[in-house]
């Protein structure tokens, strides 16, 4: 709930419902326009000495017209707690879940892979089962995780990790891989996975935060979503006219550490 407001605010009043995101921004720019609000150059994080956390009774929220989303008709006093506990994970869990569902763009009758069972994981299930995938193929060991993976849209749990875990999906998968891989753990087995699973074309999109070297490490490569594709384009298919072009590849490989 809103409490008070500075003197620019227009956006939100006192009164108000609100959701506020993990990272502020100015929800005006270039980079925010297209969707990339957590990489806005005029916002920032929450949880250091300039600003403050945000997990606390009260918050002050830097470029409040930018960084909230109201939400009509919900008063928190008589409100259900089921419904109030679902906003939550709009602040977080689900829309990281759904922005890996969204940049891979997972579509109707697709195959979706999601390694890890944790809350994004869970979320970007939800958000596969939102946009329409036939096959979601959750990778986790955490029975209470993936019963809940599976009430969420899960048409599948792999346990398995490693070359284990690979052929399982492979064999769910025709033997083709998932056209998207949505990896929601930051460890670089998660990553290998992923590399795994990945159909010929298909793309894995990358929530969890990076935790090995080498390779680019930190909150940095996630903001940036970088897209994975899966598979090389046969050489003289389609780059630059019938070229296989030998440095795009380098600095791909370059990008992912290889
Ligand atoms: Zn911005």
């Not at 939400?71 to 829309?95: F, I």
Request: net charge neutral; charged share 20%; with cysteine.
């Amino acid at each position: 709930m809103v409490e008070e407001v500075g003197a620019d605010v227009t956006y939100v009043k006192p009164g108000d419902f609100v959701i506020a995101p993990f990272a502020f921004s100015d929800n005006t720019c270039e980079i925010c326009r297209a969707g990339f609000q957590t990489a806005c150059p005029h916002g920032g994080w929450y949880g250091n000495t300039a600003v403050g956390g945000l997990q606390a009774e009260v918050a002050r929220i830097p470029l409040a017209n930018g960084s909230l989303v109201k939400v009509p008709g919900v008063n928190p006093d008589t409100a259900d707690e089921a419904l109030l506990a679902s906003l939550l994970t709009l602040s977080d869990v689900y829309l990281t879940g759904y922005h890996a569902a969204f940049m891979a763009q997972v579509a109707p009758g697709q195959s979706v892979t999601v390694v890890g069972d944790g809350a994004v994981g869970l979320g970007a299930v939800l958000a596969a089962k939102q946009l329409g995938a036939e096959q979601i193929i959750l990778m986790g060991r955490h029975a209470s995780r993936t019963d809940l993976g599976r009430e969420f849209g899960a048409t599948d749990v792999v346990a398995e990790r490693g070359d284990e875990g690979v052929a399982k999906v492979l064999e769910l998968t025709g033997g083709f891989g998932s056209h998207a891989v949505l990896e929601a753990v930051g460890h670089m087995p998660a990553y290998e996975q992923s590399y795994g699973v990945v159909r010929p074309g298909g793309v894995i999109s990358r929530v969890g935060v990076p935790q090995y070297e080498p390779g680019t490490r930190g909150l940095r490569l996630v903001v940036r979503q970088e897209r994975a594709p899966g598979g090389w384009p046969r050489p003289g298919a389609r780059l630059h006219g019938g070229r296989h072009h030998a440095g795009s590849r380098r600095r791909h490989r370059a990008r992912q550490g290889l």
